[in-house]
């Protein structure tokens, strides 16, 4: 009882920082002993934000879920939500719900006591009970289901219940744990479609962890990309796949060419290529999508690209497109994408200087 | 294929040592039961006419009985004991760090398998150092005192396959410890608990080495049963005990039912004896 | 996740019940066996080793403790032999019927201690159930007297008492087996024998240890099987404790020598533990 009126009344200051901002990360970091799982991690989620949290296994995004959950406390840093200190409440009084990796249902409740489960131990009223378990069910659509057992149901139907009973205590935030990553690929890809339809639905923001990037491409506003502890780059799908902050963001969302070029008075050299850039001396790091790189079928190249030319080594299907390993000269390998398949051979290629984005290298983390 | 066939050639020999080990294991039992109807009381080959002679002295026998209802009642304090201290104490080894918490583990654990003369004894100390008058109360704090090490095991037993997301589902919920634990932890554990309080009130009824030491005015069942054998054989003995047998035998069908309708397995207390990993309650 | 509250509130009670109960009467025990008791028969509070230097030099209790850790020695011995093929039966053999065989072997667990030992005194007494049946198919003239009595109706009773104890933890390392691994072994050209020594015996070799430390320790300190079958031939080291916080009342003494059983167990313990692990490949 005493959770929902102090954050109801929580909910009615807004952050004085940011009006957008309904959670605000500063500055979080967490270490089980000797051993550092995150580092300095400060992120703002809008009120109705879906914000995924992308990362490898042991990247520490499970870990800052938990924080954000309350069953991990920080070893410094704060988390602020609506202008309070949400890190210093434990996990029953924060006003967020989390939807777990293998669900975690009750196996020994039924799918509706399951549902129920947080408004009874809220007391809220029977008949009011009722309702909303019904209403949450029947927005998943599993009301047919209400009287099994977990165990008695699928998996897909699990993640569904799994909704059903957090969102069901009206969250200003959910907060999900690799909730697909039980699922089999077809499944998952429905599933993707209609967590974001429900998302957009309830209007509350949605916190996703997952380490699959075609995932976190298809539904977040934003990614957050974690990597070894520490934030690479958070920005929108487009924006981290057309500029990539760090070597390490361009290589792991979408497919991607790192070449290394040496950076002289305005000229970028890498083998044989050079091209101007505005970037001071020193090495530097661009990342060069494969669909930039364009085929020269005949004649001269288009007027500001840059010509090379490689040789075929390696051609893989990837249905509507096709993706050519090609060797050129000066030693280095380019990956590009091409609609239909290439002759073996020689080779004339271009890309557009500017589409070689220059990225931060990632420097190898323990 | 032929390692099969040699396999089972011999297999007749394993069949046959487990024919005499449950033989072995049977024998007296089913003597005893023999016996309790045996006109001409304990021992000669074979038995005589059947009576119900001894059921019926024994059913006149006010003192075997007063001495039921003291086991009984010692049987189920030492229960709420063992079970209001040992659940906590599992919870404890499987959650919590705190300095001691090896050698916790170890003592908790240690009247299991320590002979239960020392426990007694120990515990004899205690109680005449305190001038507590020996009583069944004494038999209560001993009982329940070297079974938390059952409640224990069995429930850390059962915590190892519980998944741990569940309580983080509740709180996450809106329940706090408390209500998490009594509607979450609890019915998960539901099995391990029913089992360790099914098998301390058994170990209750039955114990004696412990008893025996804190016994004050009033007898428990067994020390009541072993006051009689010091006189001499009696054959209402042999008529308690086949009664006995068969509460026994009922627990027992009792629990394998709950326990196959629970998740089809069927090893009875079996976490208690399966090896030391248990006993050193180590994750 | 668990809160500091959490943590306090399982860890305090349990911790604290364990001090009193368990922890200050073992310590209790080993202040006792250093004090002495005086001629009015009342315990001296003065530190001494007079109690241990008594159980060294006084032959009947260190000749009594070797005896009884002979009898255990032989319980565990005749435990192994019966508990350990039938653990393999039923695990290799039992199909479906293991669960139920298995249950049989429970089963006596369940039935009183002393009832057992007390239907062992039916049936091994000179006028008991053995003794008249070899007279009445004439295969002994007089009834065998050495039955009961003696150190032998000791060690059968505890040898029945504690096979169920050693079987459990055997039959558990043998179902933890991956059959596979048979497989494999026979697949490699190991006959059943060569399988049996090579890769299944090794492999419980922590389920034995584990059964045939509880067998020693528990047949080692008991004096109930003694006092009803053992004669004073089969006296063991527990009835000369249990005498000395009796009739001969010297607890100190008494404590002295339960101490050392004490030290015994738990030193038996961590050995049998170590061997475990050093048993144990997962």
């Keep these: 009882m005493s959770s929902i009126t102090t954050s109801a009344t929580a909910s009615a200051l807004d952050s004085p920082r940011d009006p957008a901002s309904l959670l605000s990360i500063r500055s979080i970091a967490k270490s089980f002993g000797s051993h550092t799982v995150l580092r300095n991690i400060s992120l703002e989620i809008g009120q109705a934000e879906f914000l995924t949290v992308l990362g490898e296994s042991g990247s520490g995004k499970t870990t800052l879920l938990r924080i954000v959950a309350g069953f991990e406390n920080a070893t410094s840093g704060e988390v602020w939500m609506h202008g309070q200190r949400l890190d210093r409440q434990p996990p029953y009084k924060r006003r967020v719900n989390t939807v777990f990796q293998n669900y975690a249902l009750f196996p020994h409740l039924t799918v509706e006591e399951n549902v129920a489960y947080g408004l009874r131990v809220a007391k809220h009223p029977a008949d009011e009970i009722r309702t909303r378990v019904h209403e949450a069910l029947a927005k998943v659509k599993m009301t047919a289901h209400a009287k099994k057992k977990p165990a008695k149901i699928s998996g897909g139907q699990q993640q569904r219940v799994a909704l059903a009973r957090a969102l069901v205590n009206r969250p200003q935030l959910l907060l999900l744990d690799e909730p697909l990553s039980a699922l089999d690929a077809n499944l998952r890809r ?56 760090t070597a390490y963001a361009a290589q792991f969302i979408g497919h991607t060419n790192l070449l290394k070029a040496l950076v002289r008075g305005g000229i970028a050299q890498c083998g044989s290529l050079s091209w101007p850039v505005d970037l001071p001396d020193g090495s530097a790091f661009f990342s060069l999508r494969p669909e930039s790189l364009r085929v020269i079928i005949a004649g001269s190249p288009s007027p500001g690209s840059l010509p090379l030319q490689g040789r075929v080594v390696h051609q893989a299907f990837h249905g509507a497109t096709q993706l050519a390993r090609v060797e050129c000269s000066g030693g280095f390998e380019l990956t590009l994408r091409t609609a239909r398949e290439l002759n073996d051979g020689i080779i004339a290629l271009e890309f557009s200087p500017p589409d070689a984005i220059p990225v931060r290298e990632s420097p190898e983390r323990l | 294929m032929t390692s099969r066939s040699s396999s089972n050639s011999r297999s007749p020999w394993l069949l046959a040592h487990a024919f005499l080990v449950f033989g072995f294991l049977y024998l007296p039992i089913g003597v005893l039961i023999v016996y309790s109807f045996n006109g001409e009381g304990v021992g000669g080959f074979p038995p005589h006419h059947l009576t119900l002679d001894w059921y019926r002295t024994l059913f006149n026998d006010g003192a075997i009985w007063d001495s039921v209802i003291n086991s009984l009642e010692v049987a189920c304090a030492a229960m709420i004991i063992a079970l209001a201290f040992g659940v906590p104490a599992a919870l404890a080894l499987d959650r919590a760090q705190f300095p001691g918490k090896a050698l916790f583990r170890r003592l908790v654990l240690l009247p299991l398998i320590l002979p239960g003369i020392i426990t007694g004894l120990s515990l004899l100390m205690l109680f005449d150092l305190a001038h507590t008058k020996l009583s069944l109360l004494t038999i209560v704090l001993g009982h329940g005192t070297a079974l938390i090490s059952v409640a224990t095991t069995e429930v850390f037993a059962g915590l190892q396959k519980f998944d741990r997301a569940q309580e983080e589902a509740s709180l996450d919920l809106g329940a706090n410890y408390w209500q998490t634990f009594w509607r979450i932890t609890v019915p998960n554990l539901k099995l391990p608990i029913i089992g360790a309080a099914l098998l301390i009130f058994t170990l209750s009824m039955d114990e004696i080495a412990v008893s025996f030491f804190l016994i004050g005015r009033d007898n428990t069942l067994p020390l009541e ?19 006995i047998f068969l509460f026994s035998l009922a627990a027992i069908v009792l629990w394998y039912r709950l326990r196959v309708k629970a998740e089809g397995s069927v090893e009875v207390g079996a976490e208690l004896l399966e090896t030391q990993e248990n006993y050193t309650l180590e994750r | 996740m668990f809160s500091r509250a959490y943590k306090l509130a399982v860890t305090v009670p349990p911790l604290a019940w364990v001090a009193l109960f368990l922890l200050t009467p073992y310590l209790l025990m080993f202040c006792y066996s250093f004090w002495s008791i005086s001629p009015a028969q009342t315990i001296v509070h003065s530190w001494n080793v007079q109690n241990y230097r008594e159980l060294v030099t006084v032959s009947v209790y260190w000749q009594t403790l070797l005896r009884s850790m002979w009898i255990a020695a032989r319980v565990t011995l005749f435990s192994l032999l019966l508990g350990y093929p ?58 065998l007297e050495f039955l009961l009595y003696s150190p032998f109706a000791v060690v059968l009773t505890l040898t029945h008492i504690y096979t169920p104890f050693t079987f459990l933890p055997i039959y558990a390392s ?77 607890w100190p003494l008494g404590a002295a020598i339960s101490f050392c059983m004490l030290v015994l167990v738990v030193a038996l313990l961590f050995v049998s533990e170590r061997l475990e692990k050093k048993w144990s490949f997962s």
């Design chain 3, 86 to 143: 039938l653990a393999y039966f039923l695990s290799f053999y039992g199909g479906s019927r293991k669960d139920l065989l298995y249950q049989l072997v429970i089963i006596p667990l369940w039935v009183s201690y002393l009832v057992r030992a007390y239907a062992w005194k039916t049936i091994l007494g000179s006028d008991g159930v053995l003794n008249t049946l070899l007279q009445y198919v004439h295969l002994a003239k007089h009834p």
């Design chain 2, 225 to 243: 049963i072993w006051g009689r054998l010091r006189r001499g054989i009696t054959p209402e003995i042999n008529a308690i005990s086949a009664i």
């Design chain 3, 174 to 250: 043998l179902e933890h087996i991956p059959r596979n691994l048979v497989e494999a072994s026979h697949d490699l050209g190991a006959t059943p024998a060569q399988t049996f020594w090579k890769v299944i015996f090794p492999l419980s070799i922590p389920g034995v240890l584990a059964g045939a430390t509880f067998a020693f320790v528990l047949s080692l300190g008991d004096f109930l099987a003694p006092l009803l079958l053992g004669g004073p031939s089969g006296i063991m080291i527990s009835n000369v404790v249990v005498s000395l916080f009796g009739a001969a009342y010297n």
């Design chain 1, 190 to 245: 429905q599933m993707q479609v209609e967590l974001k339809s429900l998302q957009r639905e309830v209007g509350i923001a949605f916190v996703f962890v997952t380490h699959d990037q075609e995932e976190a491409m298809v539904m977040s506003d934003r990614i957050a990309l974690l990597r070894s502890g520490e934030l690479e780059q958070v920005a929108s799908p487009r924006e981290i796949y057309s500029r990539p902050a």
